[in-house]
């Protein structure tokens, strides 16, 4: 495995931890459960059923389906890594930024 593609594997995997670690769906701020809870709302019962074999969800679960959608950063860092839902069915991510020293810095919604 070369240098960069450890890193990659390094970052998306702090990345994913980030996110699990800091989920709260009581804090109205954090971009995870901003995410979570948008799409348990505005998705059907049928993709939940299908994706993870139950119409309804634990809201921690849906983190564990995350899919890598990009990684990019300027001059071929990897600074910013969005994780989606499986199926291109929304246009939002969790973003998370890494730092200049490799350390997870945000983590928010986006679209």
Do not use: C
Not at 19 to 26: A, L, P, Q, R, V
Request: hydrophobic share 40%.
């Amino acid at each position: 495995m070369t240098d960069q593609a450890a890193e990659l594997a390094r970052r998306e995997a702090a990345a994913r931890q980030a996110i699990k670690n800091g989920f709260n769906m009581e804090d109205e701020d954090s971009g995870a459960a901003m995410f979570v809870a948008f799409h348990l709302e505005e998705l059907p019962p049928e993709y939940w059923q299908e994706q993870m074999d139950t119409a309804r969800p634990n809201p921690g679960a849906v983190l564990d389906i995350l899919e890598l959608r990009e990684h990019w950063g300027e001059n071929d860092e990897l600074e910013h890594f969005d994780f989606t839902l499986p199926g291109k069915v929304t246009d939002y991510v969790i973003s998370v930024r890494f730092d200049g020293k490799g350390k997870v810095a945000e983590i928010s919604m986006e679209s």
